[in-house]
């Protein structure tokens, strides 16, 4: 990965047309998905709809992944493949990440989507994740530093009794999917490199009801929770402004 990248008001402008593409897509899954709703489905969703908006999935082919869509289920925390024999069943949690990129700027975004009626505990997993995230993206403020994301991420997740996954962390973002700085869910206040105004951040904490270790499947990307217990996923694409940070991949 290269040095960070301070972005112009031109490059966020792209930033913004390709999470609203994210949005959009992200949206549409969404409304789609349902009990006897295959993986695959989704992803055919994924890839017609970036395709009429002009856009380009930002997963496929990267590092060899081969789709356009990472829909992970229940004690999968991310990359899960989609496939036509993978069926959402009521009460399962479906993690959808999903990125694309338009005149080679990039949007990513991430959400969990209960699938019916899921149980209490699920639930309050996903609660819980939303607002880790919710207080993670309040620390994306100039002056700061990366670490306080991390650090404000991990203390609201233990506090509710759960864990943050060490292994896949947050990113810069821009004109690559994955660029400097990585942004853990987890460590120290004060520490790391410091925000400034135009610094793009995906900021994605994965929380796990029980250990924060995970392991890979034989397919060597679907990350699973070690203990196979419940995984949550959310994830913003935030600008650092001025005046605070900007949530790109929401509608204002
Ligand atoms: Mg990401």
């Known amino acids: 990965m290269s040095q960070v990248v301070i972005k112009t008001a031109d490059e966020i402008s792209l930033m913004r047309d ?3 593409i994210v949005i959009e897509v992200l949206d549409a899954m969404e409304r789609a998905a ?3 709703v295959s993986t695959w489905e989704l992803e055919r969703i994924a890839e017609e709809l970036t395709a009429r908006r002009g856009a380009k999935p930002a997963f496929k082919g990267y590092m060899g992944f081969p789709c356009c869509l990472c829909a992970s289920i229940n004690e999968e925390v991310v990359h899960g493949i989609p496939s036509k024999k993978r069926k959402l069943a009521e009460g399962d949690l479906l993690k959808l990440d999903f990125g ?11 959400r969990t989507v209960p699938i019916g009626k899921i149980s209490e505990e699920a639930r309050a997993l996903v609660e819980g994740t939303q607002q880790a995230l919710k207080v993670g ?3 994306a403020v100039k002056g700061n530093r990366v670490g306080d994301i991390g650090f404000a991420v991990q203390r609201f997740a233990e506090s509710k009794g759960y864990s943050v996954v060490r292994d896949f962390v947050g990113h810069g973002i821009g004109r690559e999917l994955h660029e400097q700085p990585q942004v ?3 460590g120290w206040p004060s520490t790391g490199m410091k925000l400034r105004p135009g610094i793009t951040l995906a900021i994605e904490p994965m929380v796990n009801q029980g250990t924060h270790k995970v392991e890979l499947l034989d397919d060597e990307w679907t990350a699973v929770t070690l203990d196979r217990k419940l995984s949550a996923h ?3 694409t935030v600008l650092v402004t001025e005046d605070g940070p900007e949530i790109l991949t929401r509608l204002p």
């Open 18 to 20: 390709a999470s609203r």
């Open 137 to 139: 993206i309040e620390q």
């Open 184 to 186: 853990p869910n987890f």
């Open 34 to 36: 349902g009990p006897g």
């Open 234 to 236: 959310f994830e913003h």
């Open 100 to 110: 694309v990129s338009i005149r080679g700027y990039f949007g990513d975004a991430a």
